[in-house]
């Protein structure tokens, strides 16, 4: 009996369409590892950000972080391009934040171009990478090398 009610689970559940524990859709197909398609909606992106001085020798990731005031960056400008769908998403977040997560978008291969802004929105550092968010929306730490 047990086994006939999960063939009936099953059944609903490809007649239905199928949910992750998120409630986003899951279609069990997509590349063959059964996951979501491209446009299907999905988390928004995370990201964290720090400034450093351009001067500063080594490794700018290990290099110590220059507050927002004094690299005179107001704004991090997060924009994110679906290739899969043409979709184009932006958004903007206070620098001093040092962290943001944005709204839902949807699934895809990504170009991301993210940038530290002046007050009067011109770019003082820039950098851009391709993502598919199809298992991640974690951007990660970008590091923006800026002239103090």
Do not use: E
């Not at 391009?81 to 903007?92: A, F, P, V």
């Amino acid at each position: 009996m047990r086994a006939l009610g999960a063939i009936g689970v099953l059944a609903l559940c490809m007649g239905a369409g199928c949910f992750r524990d998120d409630g986003y859709p899951y279609h069990g197909g997509y590349g063959g590892y059964g996951g979501p398609l491209p446009g299907d909606p999905t988390a928004g992106f995370t990201m964290t950000w720090k400034l450093v001085d351009s001067k500063q020798p080594g490794d700018p990731v290990a290099a110590p972080a220059v507050h927002c005031a004094d690299a005179h960056v107001a704004n991090i400008r997060l924009d994110a391009l679906n290739s899969d769908t043409s979709q184009r998403y932006t958004w903007s977040f206070a620098c001093d934040a040092g962290n943001a997560i944005t709204p839902d978008v949807t699934v895809g291969k990504y170009t991301v171009t993210v940038d530290a802004l002046d007050a009067q929105g011109v770019s003082k550092s820039r950098d851009s990478w391709v993502i598919d968010n199809t298992w991640t929306n974690d951007l990660g730490l970008v590091v923006f090398v800026v002239d103090l």
